[in-house]
């Protein structure tokens, strides 16, 4: 079996609001693909890069532009999803298996072909490596950035990253420190904890800057666990300073409550957590009079002040 490192960039709805299709919602499109070969020894075989033409969200999200550079004007001349996946299948090959950092690439790529109605293969062979990175090197259920695990391997001839290719040949030099083939053989057993139903799937993040974080568009995205789909979210709520709340319902039926929370310190950074919950009666009444008192608690405290001035 070969492993082919993939990384993807997608853009956004300018509106906020998602384009929907019967039981699909799209939280992406994508507009890059970036692929790595490896050999039996782990080394970079061979590479690809490919632009894609959206066909939703012509427009660039602003946060996306930002990100990653990628001008609408630059991807007027890219292939269509259906074209580029071709491409992408053709490169891969007959018995290969995805190796990803982080979990929404390939809910965001079966999304897309769903979309396109393009007949795939279930499932598709697939392995976390930031899943990896951080129980194999760390003992620990946290979510690490690249740029953090190739700094503690001291791999410094990198390419610049939110580029698809680039980010995918970043991921690739990590593969001989992490005992890759090792953790995919035991890869079922090495993260069995993390699917216990109802869990708090927390993760872990850190950023340089507080804008960092604002403009990573990948932040506020979940994935179902039980059907890896890409979760529809609603309004973000404002439950204090540094926490938001949103209701997920996927179209498998199950519900989640989503939560973002962050804290900054002047040293070390943005230490930003992410985590998803069942959404039970109780949980959705305790975080509702949560936000209703922190409304009532401002509204007071406007009126004082008022009164006093």
């Given at each position: 079996?070969?492993?082919?490192?993939?990384?993807?960039?997608?853009?956004?709805?300018?509106?906020?609001?998602?384009?929907?299709?019967?039981?699909?919602?799209?939280?992406?499109?994508?507009?890059?693909?970036?692929?790595?070969?490896?050999?039996?020894?782990?080394?970079?075989?061979?590479?690809?890069?490919?632009?894609?033409?959206?066909?939703?969200?012509?427009?660039?999200?602003?946060?996306?532009?930002?990100?990653?550079g990628i001008?609408?004007?630059?991807?007027?001349?890219?292939?269509?999803?259906?074209?580029?996946?071709?491409?992408?299948?053709?490169?891969?090959?007959?018995?290969?298996?995805?190796?990803?950092?982080?979990?929404?690439?390939?809910?965001?790529?079966?999304?897309?072909?769903?979309?396109?109605?393009?007949?795939?293969?279930?499932?598709?062979?697939?392995?976390?490596?930031?899943?990896?990175?951080?129980?194999?090197?760390?003992?620990?259920?946290?979510?690490?950035?690249?740029a953090d695990?190739?700094?503690?391997?001291?791999?410094?001839?990198?390419?610049?990253?939110?580029?698809?290719?680039?980010?995918?040949?970043?991921?690739a030099m990590?593969?001989?420190?992490?005992?890759?083939?090792?953790?995919?053989?035991?890869?079922?057993?090495?993260?069995?904890?993390?699917?216990?139903?109802?869990?708090?799937?927390?993760?872990?993040?850190?950023?340089?800057?507080?804008?960092?974080?604002?403009?990573?568009?990948?932040?506020?995205?979940?994935?179902?666990?039980?059907?890896?789909?890409?979760?529809?979210?609603?309004?973000?709520?404002?439950?204090?300073?540094?926490?938001?709340?949103?209701?997920?319902?996927?179209?498998?039926?199950?519900?989640?409550?989503?939560?973002?929370?962050?804290?900054?310190?002047?040293?070390?950074?943005?230490?930003?957590?992410?985590?998803?919950?069942?959404?039970?009666?109780?949980?959705?009444?305790?975080?509702?009079?949560?936000?209703?008192?922190?409304?009532?608690?401002?509204?007071?405290?406007?009126?004082?002040?008022?009164?006093?001035?």
């Amino acid at each position: 079996m070969q492993f082919i490192v993939l990384d993807l960039e997608w853009n956004q709805a300018l509106s906020g609001k998602p384009y929907k299709r019967d039981d699909l919602t799209l939280a992406g499109e994508i507009i890059q693909i970036g692929a790595v070969k490896l050999d039996d020894s782990l080394r970079i075989v061979d590479s690809l890069r490919i632009c894609v033409a959206p066909k939703y969200y012509k427009k660039m999200h602003w946060s996306v532009k930002k990100l990653t550079g990628i001008s609408t004007q630059s991807l007027a001349d890219g292939l269509t999803f259906p074209d580029a996946f071709e491409q992408l299948s053709a490169f891969c090959g007959e018995e290969y298996a995805f190796l990803t950092w982080g979990p929404d690439d390939l809910p965001m790529l079966r999304s897309n072909l769903r979309l396109h109605k393009i007949q795939y293969t279930e499932p598709i062979p697939w392995y976390d490596m930031q899943k990896i990175y951080a129980k194999v090197v760390h003992g620990e259920k946290r979510q690490y950035s690249l740029a953090d695990a190739l700094a503690h391997f001291a791999i410094s001839d990198t390419y610049p990253a939110h580029d698809a290719l680039n980010d995918a040949l970043n991921t690739a030099m990590l593969c001989p420190h992490i005992q890759l083939e090792e953790s995919v053989a035991n890869y079922d057993n090495l993260f069995a904890s993390y699917e216990a139903e109802g869990a708090d799937v927390g993760e872990v993040i850190h950023y340089s800057t507080y804008d960092a974080m604002v403009q990573d568009n990948k932040f506020p995205e979940f994935t179902c666990p039980q059907c890896e789909k890409l979760l529809p979210f609603g309004k973000w709520v404002r439950r204090s300073p540094r926490k938001r709340l949103s209701l997920a319902k996927c179209n498998c039926g199950c519900e989640y409550i989503l939560k973002l929370r962050w804290m900054e310190d002047e040293s070390t950074g943005v230490h930003a957590v992410r985590s998803l919950v069942a959404a039970t009666e109780s949980q959705i009444a305790a975080d509702t009079r949560a936000v209703k008192n922190r409304r009532r608690s401002r509204k007071n405290s406007a009126k004082t002040k008022n009164t006093t001035a």
